[in-house]
């Protein structure tokens, strides 16, 4: 029974493609306020660690059908500071992405909510994977995975420094004498490197916890080392446990090789449940969400242009190996049609079986729909009850597959609610959250300790080196099981 961090991946109109049609959910962004006051007062009476803010620096059409959070919503910059003066305890965590913003004016902004909270904001920081955010910045061209991290990197350096700029005893603020500033507490940034130039100081006073924990969420190996090197947690997307597993052994190993305490790294994933009563309930909303997804058959005249193409008849059967062409996308999926499936035709089978309680010789087998959005809707589901999502969480973290999960909620407020009230109680029951904070920072609530000043040292390269502040120096690494 290991602790777990628990955090909630809040997408105010649901995080399932098809949430925002379920039934009294909550499905126009102009209404957020009420919807994300009302999940952090769920989430901190819950005690979950923290709530959690994607971004995305772009919209269209085509993100209706992938993501329809991400077509129209408040920034998370603005959500976390709203919610900072409507809770008192959770963390508050916001993306911003280092290939079009402002270093100086992130932490200035950041520092901000991390005072006006008392020391709870964390930041996501993010290269970016939408190429339209070039064109909404000015930028000729979405610059290259590579350039992008070189950027990153800069970019975190710069963040930790400007934090840094008032020392904590730097406002005196003595009436009597009139001294109010000391100015050898003071430090300018001073930074010049290939992407970003920042001279400093930043005119926010030192972050309640120093620095903010700082988040990585990414994909590629150089991802990865962004996260091992510069990040406090890791949000990786991970197919199973085993995945999970070697991937979190692999960022472990590069924070160990980058001369930190490989412990600080916390490696964080994200997970869908679908909570029911009993199974057949969970079973039974995994289904009605399935049914509303729309695939490409719906559109009589073809379905629009930024539609996904493996929505479709024709993309399942290249995947199943069976040529499906002019059959009904009700058409019941039956044993018979099952047996001249591929082998990963018969394993998706298995999965919409698993998730919605239909398959080919029940009484309520699957249709040619239900597979065409089980191959084509990406999402960690986990579909059950309190009991079975909590048996699951524990088993992952028992395993060192994770630190923890972001919980993504397919309706808001239904099944937000529902994990709040139904599983988080069997989480604590386990031990795997407890029943209250233990601290009032998010730092504490991540067990991070507050880091040094990247000035104490007073020399760039303790600098560069403390930049992970409590992790220490090179000699100082130890790897641990
Ligand atoms: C779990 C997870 C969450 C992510 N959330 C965001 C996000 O909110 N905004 C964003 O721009 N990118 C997000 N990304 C994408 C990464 O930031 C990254 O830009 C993208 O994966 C491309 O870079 P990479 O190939 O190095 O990962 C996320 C990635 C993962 C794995």
Redesign the pocket.
């Known amino acids: 029974m290991t602790r777990l961090i628990i955090g909630a991946m809040i997408r105010a109109i649901g995080a399932y493609p098809s949430g925002w049609r379920y039934p009294g959910a909550h499905r126009d962004p102009r209404g957020d306020a009420a919807v994300l006051r009302r999940a952090a007062e769920v989430a901190e009476a819950a005690r979950l660690d923290y709530l959690f803010f994607?971004?995305?620096l772009a919209t269209g059409h085509d993100l209706e059908y992938h993501d329809p959070y991400l077509v129209a919503r408040v920034d998370p910059i603005s959500a976390i500071t709203y919610l900072a003066g409507v809770t008192s305890r959770i963390g508050l965590i916001a993306?911003a992405?280092t290939s079009y913003s402002d270093p100086y004016t992130l932490a200035r902004a950041t520092a901000s909510v991390d005072l006006l909270s008392g020391g709870r904001a964390g930041l996501n920081l993010?290269?970016?994977?939408?190429p339209r955010a070039a064109a909404n910045h000015g930028v000729d061209f979405h610059t290259a995975?590579e350039a992008r991290y070189d950027r990153a990197v800069e970019f975190e350096i710069v963040l930790r420094r400007l934090w840094d700029s008032f020392d904590d005893d730097a406002i005196v603020a003595d009436a009597s004498s009139g001294v109010y500033l000391d100015p050898q507490k003071l430090h300018a940034a001073d930074f010049h490197g290939e992407h970003l130039s920042v001279t400093g100081p930043l005119n926010v006073p030192r972050p309640v916890q120093g620095h903010l924990p700082i988040v990585h969420?990414?994909?590629?190996p150089?991802?990865r080392l962004f996260a091992a090197q510069s990040a406090d947690l890791a949000?990786?997307?991970v197919g199973d446990r085993e995945q999970a597993i070697a991937i979190r052994e692999e960022l472990r190993s590069l924070a160990f090789e980058s001369g930190r305490d490989d412990r600080t790294l916390k490696v964080i994933a994200?997970v869908l449940p679908i909570v029911g009563e009993t199974r057949e309930h969970a079973q039974s909303i995994a289904d009605e969400l399935s049914e509303l997804v729309q695939i490409a058959e719906d559109w009589p005249g073809g379905p629009p242009p930024a539609f996904p193409s493996n929505r479709s008849l024709a993309q399942l059967s290249l995947l199943v190996g069976v040529d499906l062409a002019g059959l009904s996308p009700d058409r019941s999926v039956t044993p018979p049609l099952v047996a001249e499936f591929s082998a990963a035709g018969q394993e998706l089978v298995e999965i919409v079986a698993e998730r919605t309680g239909r398959s080919p010789s029940s009484e309520r087998p699957p249709t040619l729909r239900h597979l065409v959005v089980a191959a084509s809707v990406n999402a960690s589901m986990i579909v059950g009850t309190a009991d079975d999502i909590a048996a699951e969480f524990e088993a992952w973290g028992d395993a060192g597959a994770v630190d923890g999960f972001n919980v993504l909620s397919a309706v808001q407020p239904q099944q937000f609610e529902a994990f709040a009230f139904q599983v988080v109680p069997e989480l604590q029951r386990r031990g795997l959250l407890p029943t209250e904070y233990e601290g009032a920072t998010l730092r504490e609530h991540l067990g991070l300790a507050r880091p040094e000043s990247v000035h104490a040292a007073g020399d760039p390269v303790a600098a560069a080196g403390q930049r992970h502040g409590s992790r220490g120096r090179l000699a100082s690494a130890r790897r641990h099981p």
């Open positions: 994607g971004d995305w993306t992405n993010v290269t970016g994977a939408e995975n969420a990414g994909i590629s150089r991802s949000l990786v997307a994200p």
